[in-house]
């Protein structure tokens, strides 16, 4: 069945890159396209209530980003849901068997949009529903996170670890999920062994992977995060520090003096030398020291004409 390709239009919804398996080996055989809303009318996903639906527990992302959204919430207010959410039936309970479908379903991909609907006060989101294993539900959140670019360096490690963990895979295999190195996610599960302090701030940006894997080569850890904090220090100097090396750096130029304030003939005479050129000129007038006149051109023809005046006689 064809797939008609649409643009995204909100934030949530930009183009991801072909990583390891896909969303769409992940989700098996569909004729639904994770990127775009399918073109069949067996395949079209339905709408459902925000309040049926819950937070997957396995969500490698912790923390939303209250500007993104604020802007998210705008385009859904305006446009719609235009990605439909990934779903999975949450089971009922032995007295609920009754009920001709289940009433409640676990998001496994597109929280952000379910969450920026209610805060757009749109009441009913489109959803694809799949079964799926909690160790295919949390391969699946993983993948559009990190196929959007969109997780912190801390939730991707322990987005890898939650699937080593809970889910007995290993290296290998998650680098042909994700499309990751082996040696990639072995570096970004290493900083799980940071100090909790460090993990904080490289979640809140305040330092890089690459200060985090710095800060595990120093004896102290935690002074040398500080450091790098404190004087902005980039990730090669961090490495030096972390060698033993000091670092040292370039010295600021000391502060210009401020220009002396023109007095009414300097001015009067850089507006007519302006009028005669037709050009900006700036007189920069230091007293005995002398001065400096700026002719400022913005084409080659200006140019021209201001050296044939500077080499004709008289």
């Known amino acids: 069945m064809s797939t ?19 969303l769409s080996a992940l989700l098996g055989e569909t004729d639904f396209d994770v990127v775009t809303a399918p073109a069949g009318p067996g395949a079209l996903p339905r709408e459902l209530p925000v309040e049926f639906l819950r937070p997957n527990p396995f969500q490698p992302r912790k923390t939303f980003d209250d500007v993104y959204m604020a802007e998210l919430s705008a385009s859904i207010r305006e446009k719609g849901v235009l990605q439909p959410l990934i779903v999975r039936p949450i089971e009922q309970s032995a007295e609920d068997t009754s009920a001709s479908e289940p009433e409640s379903f676990e998001i496994v ?82 900083l799980l062994t940071l ?15 690459g200060h ?39 010295k600021s130029a000391p502060p210009s003096s401020p220009p002396l304030a ?18 900006k000129v700036t007189l920069h007038h230091l007293g005995d020291k002398g001065g400096e006149v700026r002719v400022a051109y913005k084409t080659l023809e200006q140019l021209d004409e201001i050296c044939r005046r500077l080499s004709r006689d008289g």
């Not at 490289?202 to 330092?207: D, H, P, Q, R």
């Not at 902005?232 to 972390?242: C, D, H, I, P, T």
């Not at 003939?265 to 037709?278: F, H, I, K, Q, W």
């Open 4 to 22: 008609s390709k649409q643009t995204p239009s909100t934030p949530d919804e930009a183009k991801p890159s072909r990583l390891g398996r896909g």
């Open 109 to 190: 991909a597109g929280e952000r949009r379910w969450r920026a609907a209610q805060m757009a006060s749109v009441h009913a989101v489109p959803v694809v529903i799949k079964t799926l294993t909690d160790g295919e539900a949390l391969e699946i959140a993983l993948v559009e996170n990190i196929q959007r670019s969109d997780l912190n360096s801390i939730e991707e490690a322990a987005g890898y670890r939650a699937l080593m963990d809970e889910f007995d895979h290993t290296q290998d295999h998650l680098g042909e999920i994700v499309g990751k190195s082996r040696s990639h996610i072995a570096n970004m599960l290493r």
């Open 195 to 209: 100090p909790e302090d460090i993990q904080n701030l490289i979640s809140e940006g305040a330092l890089t992977a």
């Open 212 to 250: 985090g894997r710095a800060c595990l080569r120093a004896d102290h850890p935690k002074e040398l995060a500080d450091r790098i904090v404190k004087e902005q220090l980039n990730v090669r100097q961090a490495e030096a520090l972390a060698r033993g090396d000091e670092v040292v750096k370039p």
């Open 262 to 279: 023109k007095d009414a003939d300097t001015v009067a005479l850089e507006n007519n030398v302006s009028n005669a050129l037709g050009l």
